[in-house]
């Protein structure tokens, strides 16, 4: 288990499968994966996987992200971050690392810092994501 990661996790991995969208916000104490539409935030404190199908137009915080698809929003992730050969990614992206395959796509402005501490990432936003 990652150093910065909540130690609440659900019985099963959440999963948003292709054809349900969702308006509204999403916060889980585990992983999740998405291969739906949404129109949200996302609050994670585990591992969130965006789906080849998954097109999402909101922010996301978690502690660790492999990205497939589309997001137009800004991403904060507290440990990796992966960018696979078909995500497209329109918005600002704060991560401890970052690994980008050929064929993705990014536009926006990346921050990279070591040590991110996801409880504090997940409190700034807290408010941000009950507004």
Known sequence: MA?????QEPVSPN???????IHGNIV???NIR???????????????????????????????L??????????FVAEKTALKATARLMGDLQT???????????NGKCTMAANLDLASMLANKKETLLA
Not at 45 to 62: L, R
């Open 3 to 7: 150093k910065n990661q909540i130690q």
């Open 15 to 21: 999963q948003i499968n292709a054809g349900t969208i």
């Open 28 to 30: 889980c104490n585990g």
């Open 34 to 64: 998405i291969d739906g539409n949404m129109k949200g935030k996302i609050e994670c404190s585990g591992k969130v996987v965006i789906g080849n199908t998954a097109v999402i137009e909101g922010d996301i915080v978690c502690a660790n």
């Open 66 to 75: 492999d990205m497939m698809g589309q997001v137009t929003g800004n991403i």
């Open 96 to 106: 401890g690392t970052l690994s980008i395959e050929p064929g993705s796509e990014f």
